[in-house]
């Protein structure tokens, strides 16, 4: 089964860090680029960044919103995708989402992961 | 950066009604663009990409047309489980989320 399976969400105070991880299986995770969502509380989505995979380089983009912020990286070898989360401030809270791009250059994103939920609160 | 619209915010019908959901982009966006579905508590599901192709395992009810600034998703006959918030979202420049659909029980 293709699964995205997300954990490292938590409380944490305002200015510190944490680090997501996402963990795949069912499918060659080196061939795909993956990407973070997040949903704050009664709100949409918005995409926070991606990161391609080797073939393509695997670069990073950012929102705007984090950029300087979070760094996306990815350990092939173990099929997991990072969102380490720096100088973080309150609205950062949401639930963040791991999900995989479909193949081909800039796609949509066929796989979500079920989420976890990061709360930045003092 | 690409900014999406969607209309209604907020839609109520009844089970077999034809409902119609709109997303504009601020500029032209080709055929890049995907519906997603989410239900309260889960993540969002992928239903339609490339403006009007139909995810595997999407039931064909659902449908999507459109192209450069303006886009449809219909569900040509509601179903009790399609009672969702529905997302476009461009892939043009990066990505970019509209603000949601409601689709509530009349």
């Known amino acids: 089964e293709v699964q995205l399976v997300e954990s490292g969400g938590g409380l944490v105070q305002p200015g510190r860090s944490l680090r997501l991880s996402c963990t795949a299986s069912g499918f060659t995770f080196g061939d795909y680029a993956m990407s973070w969502v997040r949903q704050a509380p009664g709100k949409g989505l918005e995409w926070v960044g991606f990161i391609r995979s080797k073939a393509y380089g695997g670069t990073t983009e950012y929102a705007a919103s984090v950029k300087g912020r979070f760094t996306i990286s990815r350990d092939d070898s173990k099929s997991i995708a990072y969102l380490q989360m720096n100088s973080l401030k309150t609205e950062d809270t949401a639930v963040y989402y791991c999900?995989?791009?479909?193949?081909?250059?800039?796609?949509?994103?066929?796989?979500w992961g079920q989420g976890t939920m990061v709360t930045v609160s003092s | 950066d690409i900014q999406m619209t969607q209309s209604p915010s907020t839609l109520s019908a009844s089970v077999g009604d034809r409902v119609t959901i709109t997303c504009r982009a601020s500029q032209s966006i080709s055929s890049w663009l995907a519906w997603y579905q989410q239900k309260p508590g889960k993540a969002p599901k992928l239903l339609i990409y490339?403006?009007?192709s139909l995810e595997s395992g999407v039931p064909s009810r659902f449908s999507g047309s459109g192209s450069g600034t303006e886009f449809t998703l219909t569900i040509s006959s509601l179903q009790p489980d399609d009672f969702a918030t529905y997302y476009c979202q461009q892939y043009n420049s990066l990505w970019t989320f509209g603000q949601g659909t409601k689709v509530e029980i009349k």
């Open positions: 999900t995989r791009e479909k193949l081909g250059s800039l796609n949509a994103f066929d796989i």
């Open positions: 490339k403006a009007s």
